[in-house]
């Protein structure tokens, strides 16, 4: 972006928090004013949330910038303070987790079963040789022992470093070998589409590469035929066999709780490294804030896999620091059938739902009839996070999904920012589709220019933080140098997010997607987030990906890859009407610069696991390059699909 980016796209609908929701919520608006009257005592505030072993003496140090210390002095346990207090507060009955194997089995765990499992577990690892400071890999479907697996770690003061188990032998032995763990925690397999998948195998392919690993400790979950070796442990051997009782000892608040490797959808993925104090804080106040989890009532549900950042705040640390009651499910949105999650809505009775734009877009090239079969009554408040949401999808997600009256919540945050950043407060915010709208309450975000100035409202540059946060990461994991050139460098005394964003008049922020999408055509910076929303804007549009192609005449130009919805004919002319219909959309819709000079009908995008949209791919395709590196793409077949059909166009 050489100076700011266009700000293409108005949108006018707005949407106050229903008057009940206001009334009752857990936060309301004099937060801001308090956090802006002394963020630092606001963050103690929300400390104060959790139980400390040891009282901090400094909340902030930031006296060697950009390595922090909260809370220094403290001492707490994490996993203490998502089971042992509700336990010890006569909560020990409450269920945890209603979970959901993808064939159809269930599993109830209360607060005091959590915490049997997870002192057995770490009862377990401690007897395998498990220090405080060692690293763990957690490489596991979404089954209870992921969570167990997580808080035996916290427990015991190991560092765990969760990769997701869907990646490959490659990518998990890279992340094992980076951070020198000791032991994995696997299972045989998992459900996934229908069917077991293998993870022990994977698992053993990549620990022939890994001369660290001491032990691999398997869940039986599918009960599969596995290979077994010396090292191998079955989990209810080990695990089930241990002792119930085991006392947390507290850490300090700046001891390692984990490293999780970004998804991965621009370059290489970085160990972002993750401390207890701080993180933990922040992970508790912000789903207490921006979900207004009432523990009591509310059931809460976030699909994010336990292998992404969304997992660990959002699944794990975030819910069970409140004692909240969540649903957990394994599999697939579309088995056996496309409303599963709909009927996993009614069956629970959840009240609050937290998902991805892509789920939401796929839902919508799917159909109503899905979402319309079921009563999703129970629905009080709904989250997205991962990719900007068009405003076409939140409106869908909200009228579909949430009867027309419920609260979206698009949060904006990373596996670097622990927690989140940028959201709506469900009982303050009058939302408006398509915006995260503010920072919250003790966080400082901003946008700006080329040289770092804030830009006024309604103008677009870079997303910056200007002020340290609790769940900040400390570093990229042994690799410091990487960490202040990649986030500190580019605007000093500033973090610097890689993602573009606007201001509109009212101040209010739009993310425009990352910075390196950003296109250029003839002399103005279009966001690839803009186009894309012009495009699901239009009622035959489910889902799209836009690219900045080299272009002769204006630098750039943009081409659209544009997945239809279920209903639409593309056959023959009927396709080429869409694409000239959509074409003029886009110029009526955001101005003539921003017309794509190609769209493509395609049946599917190429995603990463996390499922964002792999643009550098699309990127490849459309300038006729082989393509970069597609390890981290979920499914590798769809590229040579799109390359296809490229080919036939020209
Ligand atoms: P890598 O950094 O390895 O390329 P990644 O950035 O996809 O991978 P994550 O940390 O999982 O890894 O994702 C964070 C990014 O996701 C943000 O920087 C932003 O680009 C995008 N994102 C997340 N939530 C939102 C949101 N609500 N609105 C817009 N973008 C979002
Ligand atoms: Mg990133």
Redesign the pocket.
Known sequence: MSETLANLLQENRRFEPPAALADAANVKADAYEEADADRLAFWAKQAHRLDWAKEWDQVLDWSNPPFAKWFVGGELNVAYNCLDRHVAAGRGDKVAIHWEGEPGDTRTLTYADLHALTCQAANALADLGVRAGDRVAIYLPMIPEAAVAMLACARIGATHSVVFGGFSADALSGRIQDASAKVVITADGGYRRGKPSGLKTIVDEAVAQCPTIEHVLVVRRTGQEVAWSERDLWWHETVETASTEHEAQPFDAEHPLFIL??????????G?LHTTGGYLTQASYTQHAVFDLKPETDVYWCTADIG???GHSYIVYGPLSNGATQVMYEGTPDTPHKGRFWDIVDKYGVTILYTA?TLIRTMMKWGDEFPAAANLSSLRVLG??????NPEAWMWYRKNIGHDNTPVV????????GAIM??PLPGVTGTKPGS?MRPLPGISADVVDDEGKSVPNGGGGFLVLREPWPSMLRTIWGDDQRFIDTYWSRFPGMYF???GAKKDDDGDLW????VDDVMLVSGHNIST?EVESALVSHPSVAEAAVVGATDPTTGQAIVAFTIPRGSVDTAGDAGEALIKELRDHVAKTLGPIAKPRQIMLVAELPK?R?G?IMRRLLRDVAEHRSLGDVT?LQDSTVMDLISDGMKSAK
């Open positions: 490797y970004t998804s991965g959808t621009t370059a290489k993925p970085k972002i992404w950042v969304t734009p997205s996070v991962g990719e900007p949401i698009d949060t904006w945050w990373q596996t670097e920012t940028i959201s995260a997010a890689g993602d993310l425009l997607g990352r987030t990463t996390s964002k981290t």
